[in-house]
C-alpha cells in the first residue's frame, strides 16, 4: 500500500509510528507533494530549500532524505522524467541532514 507523506501533507506520521514498531514498509508516494507542481515545494515550504543551500545539493535529494530520516521502514517513491533526477532521488539515503535543519517530527 502506498501512503502519503510530504512536506505538505504530514497527516500518515500515525500510521508510520504504527508501522515502524513491527517492521513493515511505509511506502510514501509523491515525496514533493504533487506531480503537477513540484517546483511549488520551494516557495511553499522553505526550510527544504535552506536546507538543501547549506547542503550543497538540490531541495529534490532533500525531500526524499526528509521522508527516510524517522524510522528505516521507510521507503519513498519517487517520480522522475529525467535520468539525472532518478540518480539524485537515489543518492538521498547517503545525505545527512541535521534535525535542527527543520522540524522533524519524531516516530
Known sequence: ?????????????GELEH?????????????????ANPKGLTARHSAFQQAADEAGTSV???TPTWELAPAP????IT???????????????????AADQFALPSV
Open 19 to 35: 508501522r515502524t514498531k513491527p517492521g513493515l514498509a511505509f511506502l510514501p508516494r509523491s515525496p514533493l507533494g504533487s506531480i
Open 60 to 62: 529534490y535529494r532533500v
Open 79 to 97: 517520480g522522475a522524467s529525467r535520468s539525472a533526477s532518478l540518480r539524485g532521488s537515489a543518492a538521498a539515503a547517503d545525505l545527512q541532514l
Open 1 to 13: 500500500m502506498q501512503d502519503q507523506l510530504s512536506p505538505a501533507f504530514r497527516s500518515s506520521w
Open 73 to 76: 521502514v521507510v521507503i519513498p
